[in-house]
């Protein structure tokens, strides 16, 4: 394992910074970038194109399996191609992840995502994201972040996010749904979203985006995983 690409692990609930905290630090380091819930997300989606139903885990398994997918990067806005159209956009919307949710509930898609996900482990190092990464998909990652912040606080960013790109939200309904999606990572009895043993816990609650990026910096400086410049 010595010689496999260094991993940092960044797991949390939606909403606690995690996509964008893991992108700014994987291009200050120049490494690879897995943005693992996409893969929950492309499922979904691609389950929806192929009237595979919500509920049937096989036909989800083998949609999951043969997802054909390209993540483009290297600009500001990275792109996501499923079949090769830009689903970059549908893939963010409340349906497409609440439906990401259910979906990453079963046992056989998070299999059949699994070596797919650990193919984005490659030299320099990589960045992953997810709820997992620490705790089943890179067990042996050199380090190890829990990111979190209050549910008020990721409803308040989820809102602000959103009258940004002009869609109308009540901060209520917003907080709801993240209650409810929360309680279904955390509850589910495959891969639970919960902290690695190993893991650092991080709040982000009171913390500006670039205070963050700083702090896993030091973090990976501090193991010898890369050298501050
Ligand atoms: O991080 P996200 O909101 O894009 O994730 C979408 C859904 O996928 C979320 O409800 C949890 C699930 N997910 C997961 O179960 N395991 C991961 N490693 C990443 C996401």
Known sequence: MSQ????????????????????????????????????????????SQHAVALDDEAGLARVAA????????GSDAPQVLLEGEDVSGVIRTEQVGDAASRVATMPRVREALLQRQRDFRQAPGLVADGRD???????????????????EERARRRLLQLREAGVDASLSSLLKEIQARDARDMQRSVAPLVPAEDAVELDTTHLKIPEVVDRLTELLANRGLVTVT
């Open 133 to 151: 990464m620490g705790t089943v998909v890179f067990q042996d990652a050199p380090l190890k972040i829990f990111l979190t912040a209050t549910a």
């Open 4 to 47: 496999q690409a260094p991993v940092l692990t960044v797991d949390g609930p939606g909403g606690a910074g995690k996509g964008t905290i893991s992108r700014l630090v994987a291009e200050r380091q120049g490494w690879h970038l897995l943005d693992s819930g996409a893969l929950y997300r492309l499922t979904a989606l691609a389950a």
């Open 66 to 73: 043969q997802l054909d997918v390209t993540f483009k990067t």
